[in-house]
């Protein structure tokens, strides 16, 4: 009984933890070429900091000119950061930003 109960336990928590980690890759951003502004903005949307920081980097780009020039999907690439979920990366990307963002309604 008491192997009974411990095996009850251990499937309970194995699906708890696959769940979760089935849950947290739901997030899958490809990137479809090897533009410079497409590293860009996957690292954006993945959130991690130190990799967006990276991507910048290595791109030989100004986080200003960042901020300021590169959009990913139709968006400027701190709203698309945010519409990603990764708000700390859109918080410095904003932190940068020059120009203020420009709407155009029609009429």
């Known amino acids: 009984m008491k ?8 499937i309970a928590l194995s699906s708890v933890t696959l ?5 947290a890759d739901t997030k899958h951003i490809q990137a479809t070429n090897n533009s410079v ?10 959130g991690k ?4 920081s990276q991507a910048v ?5 100004s986080m200003k000119k960042v901020a300021d020039v590169v959009s ?6 701190a709203s698309f950061a945010q519409e990603q979920g990764a708000n700390k990366v859109a918080k410095k990307i904003n932190s940068y930003r020059t120009q203020p ?5 029609k009429i």
Do not use: H, P, W
């Open 3 to 10: 192997t009974l109960k411990v095996l009850a336990t251990t």
């Open 37 to 46: 502004s497409t590293e860009i903005c996957v690292a954006a949307a993945k």
């Open 49 to 52: 900091l130190m990799k967006f």
């Open 19 to 23: 769940a979760g980690s089935a849950m």
């Open 101 to 105: 963002t420009q709407y155009i309604a």
């Open 72 to 77: 990913c999907n139709g968006l400027d690439i």
């Open 57 to 61: 980097s290595e791109s030989r780009l």
